[in-house]
């Protein structure tokens, strides 16, 4: 058992069949809370695909607030804004386990895939076609076009990283410090840079997929490709997004070529650099205004 539900549970037992508060007084609770329930519902949608309806989860967050009303005494001396925030988590997390389908085999072979892929990537100096994966991998493309797929309406959630902490990490604050806002911003800015400088096409999947939240289907159409394409180049976009940012905001952890002279290591090498030569303090914080929000779409400063 996590730690989350360790707490959850705890808090069950201590209160169960307990109500101190009076119904008026547990009306009003909610009314000030449900702001509340919207926030850690907008925190949680940040990180998991589109396809979870933010109305699922909102109603599992406002059934954990009322219950929360009912069981909480005050006495006890917790906060009701961190006795609510670890019930309501802890109910959004249900919810997004009770849609989370995938099975242990469609994880194994998505993994598989991801990883062939890589390798022939490496190998080929490009991304490998659909019939070069599948034979790779020893399947069908009709096979391989089912497991991206399933994998694409599984809810890729790592629920072991939101149930690690103890009830007083998973309490938000309510405004992050003046740091805390800079490191987020220039975050941002780095990210906005980074997808303005990935190539065309790219760059195209990644803002319709992601920030215009348009289906695949109508991305292939617009760019005259199959949907396993657009599922390909969203996916090595991802890949270079990630060693770009890594590049620039976590040395450490960006990826050191085998060979640094092949056709891969030299794009990805010139990527890196065109991040860099399109990048400055200024521009970065230019993306977001001071509450850290960003008013425009991808029309990043120059720098």
């Known amino acids: 058992m996590t730690s989350t539900d360790t707490t959850a549970a705890e808090l069950d037992a201590d209160t169960a069949g307990v109500t101190v508060l009076s119904v008026r007084e547990q009306e009003e609770l909610v009314r000030q809370h449900m702001p509340l329930v919207g926030h850690l519902v907008r925190d949680m949608l940040s990180r998991i695909p589109n396809h979870v309806h933010r109305d699922d989860l909102t109603s599992a967050g406002l059934h954990a607030l009322v219950k929360a009303t009912r069981n909480w005494d005050p006495d006890r001396g917790i906060p009701f804004h961190r006795f609510a925030t670890t019930r309501i988590r802890g109910a959004i997390l249900d919810e997004l386990r009770s849609l989370d389908w995938a099975t242990r085999s ?162 990805r090498a010139g990527y890196y650099a065109a991040i860099a030569g399109n990048t400055s303090m200024h521009s970065r914080l230019a993306v977001t205004n001071a509450n850290g929000h960003t008013p425009y779409g991808l029309g990043v400063p120059a720098a």
Do not use: C, W
């Open 106 to 267: 469609v994880r194994t072979k998505a993994r598989a895939t991801d990883t062939t892929r890589q390798r022939l990537t490496t190998a080929l100096g490009r991304t490998p076609t659909n019939e070069e994966l599948a034979q790779a991998l020893g399947t069908t493309t009709g096979e391989l076009h089912q497991t991206d797929s399933d994998v694409q309406r599984a809810t890729v959630l790592s629920l072991q990283n939101f149930t690690s902490s103890s009830a007083d990490d998973l309490v938000t604050e309510p405004t992050p410090g003046p740091e805390d806002m800079l490191i987020r911003r220039e975050q941002i800015g780095y990210l906005h840079h980074a997808i303005a400088a990935l190539p065309d096409r790219l760059q195209t999947v990644i803002t319709e997929y992601f920030l215009n939240e348009r289906p695949m289907a109508d991305i292939a159409a617009d760019l005259g490709v199959t949907e396993s394409r657009i599922s390909q180049l969203r996916a090595e976009a991802l890949s270079l997004l990630k060693d770009g940012l890594n590049t620039h905001l976590d040395p450490h952890l960006a990826p050191v070529p085998e060979n640094p002279a092949s056709i891969t290591a030299r794009r």
